[in-house]
């Protein structure tokens, strides 16, 4: 059993930066993919960002060149360095930890942590 617990949500405006950040209750060098989804309201959980154990990096297309994803193993932490923000980006952010060794969907996590919400205002 994997307990995640994100945060550094919070209430900003477009343009701003914020990070986010995720604590495992587990050794996170023992975690082979984990990242980021986030949910905006009336739509469907989406992929944000992913990292592996070898720290290889994948991005959804709308936060590439504005969102940077980073882990800290000595902290069983994994961060969203998050700039650029846009309204588009209010979401609740989830912290997620896959099943798998190398793939990164929805349908493969196996553990999420409670959500963070992340909300830009104009």
């Known amino acids: 059993q994997v307990q995640l617990v994100e945060s550094g949500g919070g209430l900003v405006q477009a343009g701003d930066s914020l990070r986010l950040s995720c604590a495992a209750s587990?050794?996170?060098?023992?975690?082979?993919?984990m990242g980021w989804f986030r949910q905006a309201p009336g739509k469907e959980r989406e992929s944000v960002a992913s990292?592996?154990?070898?720290?290889?990096?994948e991005y959804g297309d709308s936060v590439k060149g504005r969102f940077t994803i980073s882990r800290d193993n000595a902290k069983n932490t994994v961060y969203l360095q998050m700039n650029s923000l846009t309204l588009e980006d209010t979401a609740i952010y989830y912290c997620?930890?896959?099943?798998?060794?190398?793939?990164?969907?929805?349908?493969?996590?196996?553990?999420w942590g409670q959500g963070t919400q992340v909300t830009v205002s104009s």
């Open positions: 997620a930890v896959s099943s798998s060794y190398n793939n990164w969907s929805r349908r493969q996590i196996a553990y």
């Open positions: 587990v050794n996170s060098a023992h975690i082979y993919v």
């Open positions: 990292i592996n154990y070898t720290g290889r990096t």
